[in-house]
């Protein structure tokens, strides 16, 4: 069982919209128990919520850890708004949230009218397209089985569009494509389809971080303070923070800075006007409210910066330092920043959760953070060396970058990498995620198993890629 929470969605006010009404005594039951929670956690009173648990539940997390979780991850997503029963399935209620993101929050009862299942997922409209789509999975084999079990009903759920998904298992590469590279063009995506791959850039920041340390161009343990402008520096607030604390998202910088959106001037491209110019006028004013170190935080705005302080070191851009330093020495020929005319015409049309067509990012100073481009070729790549057996060239900061730096018992970091706490092998991971495109990059060392899933929809392909990964665990 896992509560699965999604980071960074902001929603800004709590009301009930019922669109339709629960009928059935089940369904009633439910949702009377979905109220009750929702009022709780409006309350910030997780305690009590926890008393409406039945002991599957609480088998599968306990007491403390769901303290956390609620805490630490579900309180930063509250309060909701229009809040909207949609059906209930299989004894399982479906709730849609509204807000900046859209949120599905699913629960179900068990014979004692506790909730045994629940959780907080990225939307993902019932309805099924009236014609299939299309996609090169022969569904002969149990690995194709397995996979399109998964992936039919995701894209042949209205709204999707995309998907394309790397394997490695068992020694051997398998590629499976589904859907369009963009709505009605019938074009199926291929290995070199190009995505956004959104956040699973902070895991290249990462590998340049260890690489900067075995090279000895710095100590994880190095104030941030050593590598910025005197006058940036000159912030007492920002002298305890760490190089390390930027990569593992405990520095304590918020997610993105208070005056992001104002050099914001086309909202579909939020991310190109901020310049370091913007970067360091905010550090200069930044306020710690907590030890560094201590808490964690994902940021964006951390790893941006941590993005700036690199080129500083090396005197080079963030995208010269992943192409020369990363891309180059894997053989990864279509990772990259800035595309060509030809790499256009091989980028995927992205779409947001309205399923409106978006262009693809474009950054400055936070390019650490997401701004990478790749394939499902490049991508299964790079997830392969992540492994011991494959003797990378880079292993070494490889090595270094999986190392645990944090663990609250709700986020495990190493450097850049998360770790998926709920399974019982060490597995790496990190989703992506921009206006137009969810992806998920999954490694499992003990398995030496890759998945890698990349969509070009602003739904759940994030969770999809987790989801497929256990399920390939299985086999």
């Given at each position: 069982m896992r509560l699965l929470l999604i980071f960074g969605c902001f929603l800004s006010a709590f009301t009930q919209v019922q669109a339709q009404q629960p009928t059935t005594l089940q369904e009633i039951k439910t949702d009377s128990v979905a109220q009750k929670l929702l009022q709780l956690f409006a309350n910030k009173q997780a305690d009590s919520a926890y008393t409406l648990a039945g002991e599957v539940f609480k088998k599968a997390l306990p007491y403390d850890k769901w303290m956390a979780v609620c805490e630490k991850q579900l309180y930063g997503l509250?309060?909701?708004?229009?809040?909207?029963?949609?059906r209930s399935k299989?004894?399982?209620?479906?709730y849609k949230v509204e807000g900046v993101a859209a949120l599905q929050l699913l629960i179900s009862l068990d014979n004692l009218d506790k909730f045994q299942a629940f959780a907080i997922q990225p939307f993902q409209d019932?309805?099924?397209?009236?014609?299939?789509?299309?996609?090169?999975?022969?569904?002969?084999?149990?690995?194709?089985?397995?996979?399109?079990?998964?992936l039919d009903n995701y894209i042949n759920t209205v709204g999707n569009v995309g998907a394309s998904v790397a394997i490695y298992t068992k020694g051997k590469d398998y590629y499976y494509q589904y859907g369009e590279t963009a709505k009605d063009n019938k074009q199926l995506p291929s290995n070199a389809t190009l995505y956004e791959i959104g956040s699973i850039s902070k895991t290249f920041t990462a590998t340049l971080l260890a690489k900067a340390v075995v090279d000895k161009k710095l100590r994880l343990q190095d104030a941030i303070t050593q590598y910025l402008p005197d006058s940036v520096a000159a912030n007492t607030h920002l002298q305890a923070i760490t190089l390390q604390q930027l990569s593992n998202h405990t520095s304590g910088l918020p997610r993105l800075p208070f005056n992001f959106y104002f050099t914001t001037t086309n909202y579909l491209q939020p991310y190109e006007n901020f310049d370091d110019k913007a970067?360091?006028?905010f550090l200069k004013q930044f306020k710690a409210t907590h030890?560094?170190?201590?808490?964690?935080?994902?940021?964006?705005?951390?790893?941006?910066l941590l993005g700036v302080i690199l080129e500083r070191i090396y005197n080079k851009t963030y995208e010269q330092l992943v192409v020369e330093q990363i891309a180059k020495p894997m053989g990864l020929a279509n990772t990259k920043i800035t595309l060509t005319q030809q790499d256009s015409t091989l980028l995927a049309q992205g779409y947001n959760e309205k399923g409106e067509?978006?262009?693809?990012w474009r950054f400055k100073s936070l390019a650490a953070g997401g701004a990478i481009k790749s394939n499902a070729a490049?991508?299964?790549?790079?997830?392969?060396?992540?492994l011991v057996v494959f003797k990378s060239p880079l292993l070494a900061y490889n090595q270094l970058a999986h190392q645990q730096t944090f663990s609250d018992g709700v986020q495990k970091v190493a450097l850049g990498w998360h770790f998926l706490v709920d399974?019982?092998?060490v597995v790496w991971q990190h989703g992506g995620g921009t206006n137009g495109c969810r992806t998920m990059l999954c490694i499992n060392e003990a398995k030496d198993l890759v998945v890698a899933v990349l969509t070009n929809n602003a739904t759940n392909g994030d969770a999809l890629g987790i989801n497929l990964l256990q399920a390939l665990e299985r086999l």
């Open positions: 509250m309060p909701f708004r229009n809040v909207s029963f949609l299989n004894g399982v209620n479906k019932d309805a099924r397209k009236k014609l299939p789509s299309a996609t090169n999975n022969a569904k002969l084999t149990t690995l194709d089985k397995t996979v399109d079990a998964l970067l360091f006028a030890k560094p170190g201590n808490t964690y935080e994902y940021s964006n705005l951390a790893v941006g067509a978006v262009p693809a490049d991508l299964l790549q790079y997830g392969k060396q992540q399974d019982i092998d």
